[in-house]
């Protein structure tokens, strides 16, 4: 089998792993054709360095051959699917020649596991140390590193990388046992604190005198949970993304919508979920990391699952109205940040500004606020809420896309229509 059939089998096997951020599918226009800035079917995806640039990664796997079976994998063992090889020689030279031709930036290497956790870490370092030492690659390189391989060999990937990244999947072992019974959470959230200790040593300011400077490790780590391929409801799934957040300091937890696989196993759902549920997902997260929420905030057992319709800052706060109207000249910056259109940037122009002088609307119109989200939450000095219909029970529909408003009922809650789908980048939940 000739390389370029590897890559186009081993490209779009590694598509569904979405902790390096957007993947490169191909996109044309309606006769057909590619046109300016099409992507390419090849690998080529974007994510982020840890000093905020955009980069273009080669996302490929090793192999996509395994030993696992785990039912919501394309890869699985018992899957029917055409199977192929890289050599981490192979690797390197595709790695060397898209970025001699301004294709990537650097590149983002999993694999399938082949005769063992240990056997195929090897080779995914194998590939980083080549591109290092022997190319003197400067890239950016995210590895996937496997939580069953030895301490030593995570470690020494860290010394290449970027970043590393071990995925969840799921999030709890119930789940696991269930579809990917070869999978083990402790052992996961075992080797992530190996990796956090690696990372801590790295920017330890304070050491022992005479203690020698440790190598140079990755910058972070991240991992993926899938959305929708089990039971588990959107409070477990941030609950258990908290706690990672917590005890092993990952940069990002991404969320990935379970997508429909060729010969599915019984035990998965025929239907994928709403795309807008994996869009809550990550607007929670990002409240739950910038803006000091608790998960029990945004879902708990007795509402285990987030508002469709609403992104969930917002749906907080309709349920939390007596915390209403938050007046912005006085408010200190938490409360700040529970008021629904505003953003951690606009709070801090807002406390920077009020050192200054009173805000008054025409001060929050000139910062370019969501005023329509804003209006029933704040309190200034030319503007109280009241007339506004803060406790009225149809303030909610005011935030629904206008053709659901027609629709509202308390039987059947309304499907969120193209107008929602807000960026959570924007940072203005």
């Not at 194998?126 to 950016?140: C, D, N, P, Q, S």
């Not at 956090?196 to 910058?219: L, M, S, V």
Request: proline fraction near 8%.
């Amino acid at each position: 089998m000739d390389v370029a059939r590897k890559l186009e089998i081993l490209a779009d096997a590694a598509k569904y792993d979405a902790s390096c951020a957007s993947s490169g599918a191909a996109r044309k226009d309606s006769r057909g054709s590619a046109g300016v800035g099409s992507t390419g079917g090849a690998g080529i995806c974007h994510s982020y360095t840890p000093d905020g640039r955009c980069v273009s990664l080669l996302k490929v796997l090793m192999t996509n051959a395994c030993l696992y079976d785990c039912h919501y994998c394309i890869n699985r063992r018992s899957s029917n699917v055409a199977r192929a090889r890289f050599t981490p020689a192979e690797v390197v030279q595709l790695t060397l020649d898209f970025y001699k031709r301004n294709y990537i930036e650097g590149l983002f290497l999993s694999s399938g596991i082949i005769r063992s956790a240990d056997h195929t870490m090897e080779l995914v370092i194998e590939v980083a140390r080549l591109l290092r030492e022997e190319h003197h690659f400067r890239g950016y390189i995210h590895l996937k590193t496997i939580p069953e391989a030895s301490p030593s060999l995570i470690a020494l990937a860290g010394r290449y990388a970027d970043r590393i990244s071990i995925n969840v999947e799921l999030p709890s072992q119930q789940s696991l046992d269930t579809l990917a019974p070869e999978k083990n959470l402790a052992r996961t959230e075992i080797a992530m604190e190996h990796i956090r200790e690696k990372i801590d040593e790295r920017y330890a300011e304070k050491r022992p005198p005479g203690a020698p400077k440790p190598p140079p490790f990755a910058t972070g780590q991240s991992t993926q949970m899938l959305v929708g391929a089990d039971a588990s409801t959107d409070a477990s799934i941030l609950g258990c993304a908290n706690k990672l957040y917590t005890a092993h300091r990952l940069r990002r937890v991404y969320y990935s919508a379970f997508s429909p696989i060729p010969q599915p196993s019984s035990l998965l759902p025929l239907k994928a979920p709403p795309l807008i549920r994996e869009h809550r997902l990550y607007q929670a997260d990002w409240l739950l990391r910038f803006y000091d929420f608790k998960v029990e905030e945004i879902a708990n057992p007795s509402a285990p699952h987030l508002d469709l319709a609403l992104d969930p800052k917002l749906s907080w706060a309709l349920r939390n109205r007596e915390s209403f109207p938050i007046d912005v000249n006085q408010a200190p910056r938490e409360r700040l940040l529970r008021i629904p259109g505003l953003g951690v940037r606009n709070v801090e122009r807002i406390l920077s500004a009020r050192r200054f002088t009173r805000l008054r609307l025409t001060d929050l119109v000139r910062l370019r606020l969501q005023m329509k989200k804003l209006l029933p939450f704040i309190l200034t000095d030319d503007h109280h809420p009241a007339k506004l219909g803060l406790d009225s029970d149809s303030l909610r529909a005011r935030f629904l896309p206008p053709p659901q408003q027609l629709e509202l009922t308390f039987d059947s809650p309304p499907t969120p229509g193209p107008s929602d789908f807000l960026s959570v980048r924007s940072g203005e939940l």
